[in-house]
């Protein structure tokens, strides 16, 4: 079985990447494999930044298996964090939305 707690989750650059894109809703996005690990992560990250995190519990297939757009802008997402993911660049010209930034941990 995996130790999770032998794995560092970038808890203090996400906070510092909330804060220097003003972001107010944020949407959190993990493989399979680490989501057992979610909410123990979502409530951290809550108590740093005083912001509103959702945990995305949907597939997670990769680096460019990001949720709908229409789904991201009904929630209002102003940033995504994926984990567990190689930065992939991503642009979706087909949204109306550009500002959706995504952040690869």
């Known amino acids: 079985m995996l130790n999770m707690e032998n794995y560092d989750f970038e808890i203090e650059k996400i906070a510092k990447a909330v804060k220097k894109e003003k972001a107010r809703k944020i949407l959190l996005q993990f493989p399979d494999g680490l989501k057992p690990k979610s909410l123990e992560i979502l409530k951290e990250l809550e108590e740093k930044t005083a912001k509103e995190f959702i945990i995305w519990q949907g597939s997670c297939f990769g680096a460019c298996d990001l949720p709908p757009t229409a789904e991201l802008?009904?929630?209002?997402?102003?940033?995504?964090?994926?984990?567990?993911?190689?930065?992939?660049?991503?642009?979706?010209?087909?949204?109306?939305?550009?500002d959706i930034k995504t952040i690869k941990i």
Do not use: C, V
Request: glycine content about 8%; hydrophobic content about 30%; overall charge positive.
């Open 73 to 98: 802008e009904k929630l209002g997402i102003d940033l995504i964090i994926q984990f567990g993911h190689a930065p992939w660049n991503y642009k979706n010209n087909k949204s109306k939305r550009q």
